[in-house]
């Protein structure tokens, strides 16, 4: 071979690899500019669709815990709502909820729902609210939620019966307060769900009531 044969076949070595070099850089840029949008590369899988958390708690309940969310009226404008184990018992797009006290039975081994009713504490018998409270069997938890006005009608009689279901301010519940609770007849102390706001004209979100209230938590399920 000649030199100058030698410089040709060298040089076409050259220009070759460069190409190839040049092209592959090329198709690895243009692969990573058009890449496909997220939603149409990536379907939902089950890994990322959300989990429903029962009654919408912010976070789930361990086993043998029952989840439940209580929401106290807003005003006398929104009524309140109780849900249990992702089952909405009481709530104003059911219907059945009233001005006073709103009241769930539940029991505490099943999770299943016994009874529900509004009782009117503006201007309805108390004696109703009584035989009620009274009735409740043991290992049945009580959800309450009040709207409007919880307590012009309370009395001696309802307070000693909701403080022996665990309630820390049914002693001093009043006109308009704001009040949700979870208790039992059963209960060895003093309930932890619970939550209270004066009716305090000075402070009241809305004119003439207080804020609403939130209630959830997970209540161990009571295994014989
Ligand atoms: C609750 O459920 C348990 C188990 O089914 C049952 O034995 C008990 O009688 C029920 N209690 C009420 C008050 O319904």
Redo the contacts with the bound molecule.
């Keep these: 071979m000649r030199p100058s044969g030698l410089f040709r076949l060298l040089a076409f070595i050259f220009v070759l690899i460069t190409s190839l070099v040049f092209i592959r850089s090329y198709i690895s840029l243009s692969t990573k500019t058009i890449r496909l949008p997220r939603w149409l590369a990536d379907p939902p899988s089950k890994k990322t669709r959300v989990v429903k958390v029962k009654c919408d708690l912010s976070k789930p309940c361990p086993d043998n815990f029952f989840a439940f969310k209580i929401l106290s009226g807003a005003a006398n404008v929104v009524g309140p709502s109780i849900c249990f184990e992702d089952h909405m018992i009481m709530s104003p797009v059911k219907d059945n909820v009233g001005r006073g006290l709103n009241i769930a039975l539940v029991?505490g081994?099943?999770g299943?729902v016994?009874s529900q009713a509004s009782f009117d504490m503006y201007s309805g018998d108390p004696a109703l609210l009584v035989k009620f409270l009274k009735a409740v069997?043991e290992?049945?938890l009580v959800l309450v939620a009040s709207y409007d006005d919880p307590g012009t009608k309370m009395n001696d009689e309802l307070r000693t019966l909701f403080s022996n279901l665990g309630s820390s301010y049914a002693k001093q519940l009043g006109f308009r307060d704001s009040w949700v609770f979870l208790g039992a007849r059963d209960i060895s102390n003093k309930s932890p769900f619970e939550q209270y706001l004066k009716n305090t004209p000075d402070t009241n979100k809305y004119e003439g009531w207080p804020e609403l209230l939130e209630l959830e938590g997970c209540v161990p399920r009571k295994v014989f």
């Design positions: 029991n081994t099943t299943k016994l069997p290992d049945v």
